[in-house]
């Protein structure tokens, strides 16, 4: 059936080789990064947009076929989240307006707020690998400098299938920001090197303070940041209040970029933001 041409024309290939080239061209820039951040969760998309603004070679990777966390949806499926002073500023920086529900507590829409710090970590420079899960650590004179990484469908095959090799990525500083789970870190403690204490229960009102006071470097070369740092260290938790998990990745963004070895080529002044 014929129609008028508005697009230009493209065959099925074409499509398919412009994808390819330009996730490999990509991939193959940060299969060495100044920074590598699990978790794309509101601490690790804080935490890597403030090491890219810093002019930093960052690559996010996340398990999930999608940014954000918990920090998309709220609580309970109610798609609004909550954000206690002083980190509303954090929100209100981003052109998020947020209603005051109390002195000292705001709320606003979820899906807004999240898609706000996505695209402001894109803009920094940010890039991501998606569907992408943590097999292990890369460990070398007794400290982490990468990760093992293994496409995130991998772990549903059956286990007679399942010997698909992973493969590594070079960093100078590992940030986990993979929330409850300190997936990263768990790779530490499962060879007895660090301890995983536990998540204790919910108190947000007290949770909050805790977790950015103890973001920090956990092993030499890992930082953790965000509701791992519950987990490694055995604090409350605090359910969908967020203020706290963005101050922590910006805390964990200041110090990952002291640890960090220096860039081994900063990115052009043409890619900040």
Not at 18 to 38: K, N, Q
Request: with cysteine.
């Amino acid at each position: 059936m014929a129609t008028n041409r508005v697009f230009s024309p493209v065959s099925d290939g074409d499509v398919t080789r412009a994808i390819l080239r330009s996730f490999a061209s990509e991939l193959d820039e940060h299969v060495s990064s100044d920074a590598i951040v699990v978790g794309a969760g509101p601490a690790g998309l804080m935490c890597a947009r403030e090491l890219a603004r810093k002019r930093l070679r960052v690559l996010l990777v996340e398990r999930n076929n999608y940014l954000g966390g918990g920090f998309w949806i709220g609580g309970f499926l109610m798609n609004k989240l909550t954000v206690r002073a002083p980190a509303h500023t954090e929100l209100s920086e981003l052109g998020i307006r947020l209603t005051e529900a109390q002195d000292g507590l705001y709320v606003t829409d979820a899906p807004w707020a999240c898609s706000k710090l996505i695209a402001s970590a894109c803009d920094a420079g940010v890039k991501v690998l998606n569907m992408t899960s943590v097999d292990d650590v890369v460990l070398k004179n007794g400290r982490v400098c990468g990760v093992v990484v293994n496409w995130t469908p991998v772990g549903a095959l059956p286990r007679q299938i399942t010997c698909v090799d992973p493969v590594s990525l070079e960093a100078g500083v590992v940030v986990d920001a993979t929330g409850h789970d300190a997936a990263v870190a768990e790779k530490l403690a499962s060879r007895g090197l660090i301890e995983l204490t536990g998540m204790g229960p919910m108190d947000a009102d007290s949770s909050e303070d805790a977790i950015v006071e103890h973001t920090g470097e956990v092993f030499p070369g890992l930082i953790a940041c965000g509701m791992s740092v519950s987990t490694l260290r055995g604090l409350p938790r605090m359910g969908p209040t967020f203020g706290g998990m963005l101050l922590s990745g910006r805390k964990a963004a200041e110090i990952a970029s002291t640890v960090a070895p220096p860039p081994r080529q900063a990115r052009p002044e043409a890619a900040l933001v």
